[in-house]
């Protein structure tokens, strides 16, 4: 077989993971949100503004990256999101849809590096069918959150890829070729930066390539891109800010220890391993033990696997045996990809997707050992057969696990009550339990649960924040006071708890004790849009019109998709009869709610006034059927009827939009 025919075959087999990948993971394509996914999509007002300023700098970056972008610089990624909130609002489907499809194109380049590396197509497409179906990179694939990960794993290859054709251009004297090639490697650095943070490793495997593939290579050839890779790191670190918690993190005034942390993670070194080479023990949340001496087993022991496989991997890689020297360079893949999370402490001491990009290592080194195994397996065409048959049924369970793990994602009671099963005395599965069964108006269930937070953490913010929700949902307003101021006494600085006692305050007939702690949501938030839109619905209420719409655009500002700001500030514009701009944004509202009963109605109205009846008569014909079956609709029924009746829209029903004060 020729190369030609070879590279055709290659890329057959790449197009063809992509409907294996969506097979896997079809289970959880209409899986809901889950964890940071409400902070960093749901409730992220960046990504109503499709504005490449708000979009790209000041939303991850500086003053506002606490409140929005977690303090992390990462606009690749959430321009990604912003995309799937411009053509699918907040419907999971399409999010989940990208993943999968970025999934796949990490494996594809996969395949194309190990193939680059090899001339061996068997490998390369053992290395993209083993790294598409293993359960190990099964949270990264379903979280939502995760596509950072995903993203960065892309262009983390991507660099490595044109490194490589640089490389073997450079040999050939083919300058330009090579000039494009270098290029594409440092693009490929640059938007992986700027997808996360962990591809600042890069250059190091760059370093790794040349200590196995050029060594005969003079000095003043092998150094020029490492002269633009550090200059781009060097920017990029002073541009987002990172020199400052980098630093604080190594003299200990992180979110724990440097060193503590260092311990711990090299503890964990052979839970990474674990479960990439035995599927079982997958979860959300992982309990884990601070380690402080560096003298503990389980340091002791990943410092000795650590330890081992690097001694291995580099052995391999300055040898002669072409196979090997790949499999080495993908072994030390495993540990440089892992370092940031080890030297970097970070909230959640150990999560799954974390091993998305290290895993490319372990899935490419495993693919060239079952490679070499295969072939060797037996002299006779029979043993052979039974080996591979034996391979491709291992790939079958790892799919099975996948798909399993892929179902499980999908369902917040059932993700996070394996979570409670597994580490039943710690806060965060049980607070996102009683969250999934609050979201699924299972009051009971969730006020059980924040109940037990409070069992195990008596002063827990959070649990006295979720009990307000749930008694903010039952309509026992005096209670939910209670239990949310209880929660900003104990974490004054939480801004949702004051929304939620404003939306509290609200209900029990107290505007003044609204306004006063929406008031306190823009201060420590102030992007807050909902915040802005709920103080311009009770300066409304309150007949101070030239305020109440100075605060609905302000909300607008920062989520130009509120309908409820667009139908109110049209509201206004009725109530001073301009009845141009009142269409305009009761046109928007529709635009982005097509189902929006009071928007639609207004709408009409405002129709008629300019003389467009016969539009007015359209739309309404198209709202009453939707009308019918809910008793809230019953004054818009009546009214939209009797203008189709011969009358006019004149004594419409009380269009101001209540919405804007309860809890979604």
């Not at 940071?36 to 990504?47: G, W």
């Not at 991850?60 to 303090?71: E, F, N, P, S, V």
């Not at 965060?428 to 339990?433: E, G």
């Not at 405002?606 to 609709?633: K, T, W």
């Amino acid at each position: 077989m020729n190369l030609a025919v070879k590279t055709k075959l290659v890329w057959v087999v790449v197009v063809g993971l992509l409907p294996l990948i969506f097979m896997l993971y079809g289970k959880g394509l209409h899986g809901t949100f889950q964890y940071d996914d409400r902070s960093v999509i749901v409730e992220n007002p960046a990504l109503r503004t499709w504005n490449v300023d708000v979009a790209t700098l000041r939303s991850w970056w500086g003053g506002d990256a606490t409140t929005i972008g977690k303090g992390h610089y990462r606009p690749v990624t959430l321009t990604t999101y912003a995309m799937n909130y411009r053509y699918g609002g907040l419907d999971p489907f399409g999010y989940h849809v990208v993943n999968i499809v970025v999934h796949w194109a990490v494996a594809a380049v996969l395949v194309v590096m190990v193939w680059t590396l090899l001339r061996m197509p068997v490998p390369a497409l053992l290395a993209g069918v083993v790294f598409s179906v293993t359960p190990y990179n099964s949270e990264a694939v379903s979280y939502i959150a995760a596509r950072s990960s995903l993203l960065a794993s892309f262009f983390y290859v991507l660099s490595i890829v044109g490194f490589i054709w640089f490389r073997d251009l450079q040999r050939s004297k083919r300058l330009w070729e090579s000039v494009g090639c270098a290029g594409l490697t440092i693009m490929a650095l640059i938007l992986g930066l700027v997808s996360k943070e962990i591809v600042i490793t890069a250059p190091v495997l760059w370093l790794c390539y040349d200590l196995g593939w050029s060594r005969d290579r003079p000095l003043r050839a092998v150094i020029s891109p490492y002269l633009w890779g550090l200059g781009c790191l060097v920017v990029y670190i002073g541009w987002t800010g990172n020199d400052a918690p980098m630093w604080a993190a190594i003299h200990g005034d992180g979110v724990r220890d440097f060193w503590s942390n260092l311990w711990t993670q090299i503890g964990l070194l052979n839970r990474y391993l674990a479960l990439f080479v035995w599927p079982y023990g997958f979860n959300v949340y992982h309990e884990v033990t601070v380690l402080v001496s560096p003298w503990s087993g389980a340091v002791l022991m990943g410092a000795l696997v650590g330890g081992g496989l690097m001694g291995t991997g580099f052995v391999w890689l300055v040898g002669s045996d072409l196979e090997k020297r790949t499999a080495g360079f993908m072994v030390i893949w495993f540990l440089v990809t892992l370092s940031p999370t080890m030297l970097y402490p970070l909230n959640a001491q150990f999560q799954e997707h974390r091993g998305y990009l290290p895993g490319i290592g372990l899935s490419a080194g495993a693919a060239i050992w079952a490679w070499r195994g295969l072939r060797t397996v037996g002299t006779t065409t029979a043993r052979r057969a039974v080996a591979w048959l034996g391979f491709v049924l291992v790939l079958g369970f790892l799919g099975m696990v996948t798909s399993t793990r892929a179902m499980v994602w999908s369902d917040p009671v059932a993700l996070w009550s394996a979570a409670v099963a597994t580490a039943p005395n710690s806060l965060i599965p049980r607070l996102n339990l009683g969250g999934a069964f609050l979201h699924r108006d299972q009051l009971d269930l969730a006020e059980r649960e924040f109940s037990r937070v409070l069992d195990i953490s008596p002063d827990h913010p959070r649990a006295y924040f979720n009990l307000g929700l749930v008694a903010l949902r039952r309509g026992r307003y005096d209670d939910a006071d209670v239990l949310l101021r209880k929660s900003i006494s104990l974490d004054p600085q939480y801004s949702k708890a004051y929304q939620a006692l404003g939306q509290a305050a609200f209900q029990r007939g107290s505007p003044a004790t609204a306004v006063w702690a929406f008031q306190q949501v823009v201060t420590l938030n102030p992007h807050d849009a909902k915040a802005y839109a709920q103080l311009g619905f009770l300066a409304h209420q309150a007949g101070r019109d030239a305020e109440a719409e100075a605060w609905y655009r302000r909300a607008l500002q920062y989520d130009p998709g509120n309908v409820e700001a667009l139908n109110n500030v049209g509201v206004l514009y009725m109530k001073q009869e301009e009845w141009a701009k009142a269409l305009d944004q009761f046109s928007a509202a529709l635009a982005r709610a097509p189902d929006y009963v009071e928007a639609a109605y207004n709408r009409a109205t405002a129709l008629d006034a300019l003389g467009r009846a016969p539009e007015a008569r359209l739309v309404l014909r198209s709202l009453l059927p939707r009308l019918h079956a809910d008793q809230r609709f019953d004054q818009y029924r009546r009214a939209a009827q009797a203008f189709l009746d011969g009358g006019e829209t004149g004594g419409s029903p009380a269009t101001l939009e209540r919405k804007a004060l309860t809890d979604e």
